[in-house]
């Protein structure tokens, strides 16, 4: 038996008034999903705890089978080791994005113009960091980069009493002041943001950036604080060798953290460019070689949700379907039975540009014990079937073993 779960970022949604009332599920053309789901479990799960935050970290946790009750951490823990961190029992760990702000004088005036520099390049990206720990880091304070805007800092001997450090990507477009910690713990922290603004506005690569009419890397932005992972292997729990298929750190760390494969895809970006086909191919790779699970995490339809990208959104669960979707199923197909698993981890509302914690839809096809499921899959179908999963964490369990 092999088990694979196609894992859409942020692709469930709100009713878009740009897409005619109707959400990006609705609207796409899918039908390799559709025609699975006509012979499917097909329901609701919540994946995450009303008591949590919806963020990529704990529903991805909750999907995978570790409750984030039990387990959670911090999101930055799970990136820093991903780019090979090694980590002390009292290091605390922060994401470090590159962002953009605009350009008033008062930094608490400034506004979030991009949480993602323009999609920087991981090159461009490594140049910035470069300066920013030669700057600010010390014996206590180690900047890391990692791939495009996502980085990290390890703060040694730190708390994670930090106040409210807000996510970049929940205050696009607006005034950051209001969202900078007045925790007396994160002063140092925010002062590195603060100066973080002139040591990188006027940097080489920022110029070029804005040169070829790009958006410049001109801020550091500190959040997703937390310590070093306690995750169980997945074996342990399921008893199956697993791989996790992702072009973010986030998901490689979880992957790591619980003894799984995560292999790299070349041209993978965590956008809608992402190598869909290079996923799909490494998934049936990992598969014949010997694995009896792999995770293929996308990131795409998040993005373009952040971005206020309905269009895009839509076009990314199609390019989902004809370039991951179809292929896994071509590749299945040589073995006498299989299981396949397919979700978002979190609603990411075109509406509210940021992460929703409602329960999404899930859809489990079975291929030697077919169901009766729906016609077409989106949010709505899902919850006129009246399948609903409380507890987010049991939904691996439920896939592997019922």
């Given at each position: 038996?092999k088990?694979v779960?196609?894992?859409?970022d942020?692709?469930?949604d709100?009713p878009?008034?740009?897409l005619?009332?109707?959400?990006?599920m609705?609207?796409a053309?899918?039908?390799?999903?559709?025609?699975?789901a006509?012979k499917?479990?097909?329901g609701?799960?919540k994946?995450?705890?009303?008591?949590?935050?919806?963020?990529?970290?704990?529903?991805?946790?909750?999907?995978?089978g570790f409750?984030?009750?039990?387990?959670?951490?911090?999101?930055?823990?799970?990136?820093?080791?991903?780019i090979?961190?090694?980590?002390?029992?009292?290091?605390?760990?922060?994401?470090?994005?590159?962002v953009?702000?605009?350009?008033e004088?008062?930094?608490?005036?400034?506004t979030?113009?991009d949480?993602?520099a323009?999609?920087?390049?991981s090159?461009?990206?490594?140049?910035?960091?470069?300066?920013?720990e030669?700057?600010f880091?010390?014996e206590?304070?180690?900047?890391?980069?990692?791939v495009?805007?996502r980085h990290?800092l390890?703060?040694?001997?730190?708390?994670?009493?930090l106040g409210?450090m807000?996510p970049?990507?929940?205050?696009?477009g607006?005034?950051?002041?209001?969202?900078?910690?007045?925790?007396?713990n994160?002063?140092?922290?925010?002062?590195?943001?603060?100066?973080?603004?002139?040591?990188?506005?006027?940097?080489?690569?920022?110029?070029?950036?804005i040169a070829e009419g790009?958006?410049?890397?001109?801020s550091i932005w500190l959040?997703?604080?937390?310590?070093?992972?306690?995750?169980?292997?997945?074996?342990?729990l399921?008893?199956?060798?697993?791989?996790?298929?992702s072009?973010?750190?986030?998901?490689k760390?979880?992957?790591i953290s619980?003894g799984?494969?995560?292999?790299?895809?070349?041209?993978a970006?965590g956008?809608?460019?992402t190598n869909?086909e290079?996923?799909?191919?490494?998934?049936?790779?990992?598969l014949k070689?010997?694995?009896?699970?792999?995770y293929?995490?996308?990131?795409?339809?998040?993005?373009?949700?952040?971005?206020?990208?309905?269009?895009?959104?839509?076009?990314a669960i199609?390019?989902?379907?004809?370039?991951?979707l179809?292929r896994?199923?071509?590749?299945?197909e040589?073995?006498?039975?299989?299981?396949?698993?397919?979700?978002?981890?979190?609603?990411?509302?075109i509406v509210t540009k940021?992460?929703?914690r409602d329960?999404?839809p899930?859809?489990?096809y079975?291929?030697?014990?077919?169901?009766n499921?729906v016609?077409?899959i989106?949010e709505?179908?899902?919850?006129?079937?009246?399948?609903?999963?409380?507890?987010?964490a049991?939904?691996?369990g439920?896939?592997?073993n019922d």
């Amino acid at each position: 038996m092999k088990y694979v779960v196609i894992l859409y970022d942020g692709m469930a949604d709100y009713p878009v008034p740009a897409l005619g009332g109707k959400t990006p599920m609705m609207c796409a053309k899918k039908p390799y999903f559709d025609s699975l789901a006509k012979k499917s479990e097909v329901g609701l799960v919540k994946t995450v705890a009303d008591s949590l935050k919806p963020g990529s970290d704990v529903a991805n946790m909750s999907v995978m089978g570790f409750d984030p009750m039990k387990y959670y951490t911090g999101r930055s823990p799970l990136e820093a080791v991903s780019i090979g961190v090694k980590l002390k029992d009292d290091d605390v760990t922060l994401r470090c994005n590159l962002v953009t702000l605009s350009d008033e004088e008062n930094y608490g005036d400034k506004t979030m113009v991009d949480y993602s520099a323009g999609d920087i390049s991981s090159e461009e990206a490594a140049e910035l960091i470069k300066a920013v720990e030669e700057a600010f880091g010390n014996e206590k304070y180690k900047y890391y980069s990692g791939v495009s805007y996502r980085h990290c800092l390890v703060v040694s001997e730190g708390t994670t009493d930090l106040g409210n450090m807000t996510p970049p990507h929940d205050i696009s477009g607006r005034v950051v002041g209001e969202y900078l910690s007045t925790s007396e713990n994160a002063s140092e922290l925010i002062a590195m943001m603060k100066k973080s603004y002139d040591v990188l506005k006027d940097h080489p690569v920022n110029k070029k950036r804005i040169a070829e009419g790009k958006r410049p890397g001109n801020s550091i932005w500190l959040w997703g604080e937390g310590n070093k992972p306690i995750l169980p292997t997945f074996k342990s729990l399921y008893n199956l060798d697993g791989a996790v298929i992702s072009a973010v750190d986030l998901l490689k760390g979880i992957g790591i953290s619980a003894g799984m494969e995560t292999p790299d895809v070349e041209g993978a970006t965590g956008y809608i460019d992402t190598n869909f086909e290079g996923k799909a191919e490494c998934a049936l790779q990992v598969l014949k070689d010997g694995k009896d699970f792999v995770y293929i995490h996308i990131e795409a339809p998040d993005e373009c949700g952040h971005r206020d990208e309905p269009e895009n959104k839509v076009k990314a669960i199609e390019l989902i379907d004809e370039l991951v979707l179809k292929r896994v199923l071509e590749g299945l197909e040589e073995y006498d039975d299989y299981k396949i698993m397919i979700l978002p981890d979190h609603p990411t509302p075109i509406v509210t540009k940021t992460h929703a914690r409602d329960p999404v839809p899930y859809m489990i096809y079975h291929k030697n014990a077919e169901k009766n499921g729906v016609d077409t899959i989106n949010e709505e179908t899902a919850k006129a079937t009246g399948v609903f999963v409380e507890n987010g964490a049991s939904i691996m369990g439920h896939f592997i073993n019922d």
